[in-house]
């Protein structure tokens, strides 16, 4: 079975532009996580979409947003970059039941200039 | 302000030995725990998983032991390899929560 894959692998972007993250689940997963990963804050919760809604969301200001489709694909956009949007983004799929293992992909690495 | 680091617990040993990885959990309502490696620009990768009405689970030169009387979770690696060069993290899930909470992380560094 395919792990999750995400698309692109690296990004750079400038301050004030936007970017979109593509991510693809596993197989029969449902539920996509997106995490923000940086040497300063670790690894920290954006949101979690499910049956194409948004069932949990993290602290990040509304520039980041996100969706799902109904082939369960999700993507994750960030609008009016800051330098400080520079880090490692992890998506993450699971069944979508609770308290069940979350897989990860390998990442989109976004610097931002 | 200046962001403080995440200034990670390091754990150094040599090729061979065995390697015990510490995570002291919050939630005493959590009721599953996963451990995660994640190697140098990759993603977390699952390793072995425990649900709490076990105290120990064993897997392939991996075992997981949890003591919920603390609320401590351990990662044992039997003869650790240059290859599980890494950082480890514990994560926890409570009540059938979707979400889990991620421990800070601890890297392991294999001397060969």
């Known amino acids: 079975k395919a792990g999750v894959t995400q698309t692109p692998r690296y990004l750079i972007k400038t301050r004030g532009q936007q970017v979109t993250l593509s991510c693809s689940p596993i197989?029969?997963?449902?539920?996509v996580s997106w995490y923000q990963q940086t040497p300063g804050q670790g690894l920290q919760f954006l949101f979690e979409y499910f049956s194409e809604t948004q069932r949990n969301k993290g602290n990040f200001p509304g520039r980041f947003s996100g969706r799902q489709f109904s082939n369960s694909r999700s993507e994750m956009n960030v609008s009016t970059l800051e330098l400080g949007d520079s880090a490692l983004y992890l998506c993450a799929s699971s069944s979508g039941k609770g308290g069940e293992t979350q897989y990860f992909g390998p990442g989109t690495r976004l610097l931002v200039l | 302000g200046e962001s403080v680091g995440l200034h990670l617990p390091t754990l150094s040993v040599q090729e061979g030995d065995n390697s015990i990885i510490n995570c002291a959990y919050s939630n005493s309502a959590s009721d599953y725990f996963i451990w995660y490696k994640q190697e140098s620009g990759k993603g977390p990768q699952f390793i072995i998983d425990i649900r709490s009405n076990m105290d120990k689970r064993q897997g392939q030169r991996v075992t997981v032991l949890l003591n919920k009387t603390v609320k401590h979770l351990s990662l044992q690696i039997a003869a650790t390899q240059p290859g599980d060069s890494a950082v480890y993290f514990c994560a926890e899930i409570s009540g059938g929560s979707y979400i889990p909470t991620f421990g800070r992380g601890t890297s392991l560094i294999v001397h060969p």
């Open positions: 197989s029969g997963h449902r539920s």
